[in-house]
T-cell receptor, first 114, second 115 residues
Framework: AQSVAQPEDQVNVAEGNPLTVKCTYSVSGNPYLFWYVQYPNRGLQFLLKYITGDNLVKGSYGFEAEFNKSQTSFHLKKPSALVSDSALYFCAVSSQTGANNLFFGTGTRLTVIP | GAGVSQSPSNKVTEKGKDVELRCDPISGHTALYWYRQSLGQGLEFLIYFQGNSAPDKSGLPSDRFSAERTGGSVSTLTIQRTQQEDSAVYLC?????????????FGEGSWLTVV
C-alpha cells in the first residue's frame, strides 16, 4: 500500500535562507513523486514531479526536489526563501504499477519570516 | 477549458439536505478525481474515473456519497442527508490518460459547510 509521511507540520525559515520540506514515502514498486503547493483558500498547484531519470528535479518558482531511492525520500528544497513562498505544501506518491490515484501526505505549513 | 472548474465555490446547507457539487475537467483529460480536504487535514481520496472504465469508488466514506461522470466529461459529486462531519473542501482534479505519471491538476475546490 502506498503512503506518504511529512514529518513536520510546520517549518519556519528566514527570508533569504535555504528551505527544506521533508517527505518520505512507501510504495510497491517504483514511485512517481509529486509536490503541490496550496495558498490560503485556493486549490492545489503543481510544483514538480519525479518520474524517472535524473534524481534532481527542478520545478516552478525556483523549487527543486531530490529523489533518494535508498532513503525513500523526496525532499523539497529552495536555495533562497521568499515571503511569498509561505503556504501549505503537499507531497504525493503513486505507484508505477499500482492504482492510478495519488496518495498525499498531511501537508507541511511553511512560513517564511521577513 | 483552461483549468479544472468547480461549482459552487461555496455552499452552506442544513443538516439532512442533499448537495450536488459539479466539476468540469480540463478539455481532453480522460481521468477525473475527487478528493476531500477537511480543516487541518491532508487530502482524502474519494473516487476516480478513467474514460469508460468502471470508477474506482474505494475512497467514498459512506453510501451517502455518490458520483457520476456524464459523457466522459463533467462530473457531479452528490452527498445525501448531509452531516456536520461532511463539512470540508471538495477538490476535483483531472489528468491525461491513465498513466500514473501524468500530472493531476486541481480545481479551486467547493467549500461545503453543513450547519
Amino acid at each position: 500500500a502506498q503512503s506518504v509521511a511529512q514529518p513536520e507540520d510546520q517549518v519556519n525559515v528566514a527570508e533569504g535562507n535555504p528551505l527544506t520540506v521533508k517527505c518520505t514515502y512507501s510504495v510497491s514498486g517504483n514511485p512517481y513523486l509529486f509536490w503541490y503547493v496550496q495558498y490560503p483558500n485556493r486549490g492545489l498547484q503543481f510544483l514538480l514531479k519525479y518520474i524517472t531519470g535524473d534524481n534532481l528535479v527542478k520545478g516552478s518558482y525556483g523549487f527543486e526536489a531530490e529523489f533518494n531511492k535508498s532513503q525513500t525520500s523526496f525532499h523539497l528544497k529552495k536555495p533562497s526563501a521568499l515571503v511569498s513562498d509561505s503556504a501549505l505544501y503537499f507531497c504525493a506518491v503513486s505507484s508505477q504499477t499500482g492504482a492510478n490515484n495519488l496518495f498525499f501526505g498531511t501537508g507541511t505549513r511553511l512560513t517564511v519570516i521577513p | 477549458g483552461a483549468g479544472v472548474s468547480q461549482s459552487p465555490s461555496n455552499k452552506v446547507t442544513e443538516k439532512g439536505k442533499d448537495v450536488e457539487l459539479r466539476c468540469d475537467p480540463i478539455s481532453g483529460h480522460t481521468a477525473l478525481y475527487w478528493y476531500r480536504q477537511s480543516l487541518g487535514q491532508g487530502l482524502e481520496f474519494l473516487i476516480y474515473f478513467q474514460g469508460n472504465s468502471a470508477p474506482d469508488k474505494s475512497g467514498l466514506p459512506s453510501d451517502r456519497f455518490s458520483a457520476e461522470r456524464t459523457g466522459g466529461s463533467v462530473s457531479t459529486l452528490t452527498i445525501q442527508r448531509t452531516q456536520q462531519e461532511d463539512s470540508a473542501v471538495y477538490l476535483c482534479a483531472s489528468s491525461l490518460g491513465q498513466g500514473t505519471g501524468n500530472t493531476i491538476y486541481f480545481g479551486e475546490g467547493s467549500w461545503l459547510t453543513v450547519v
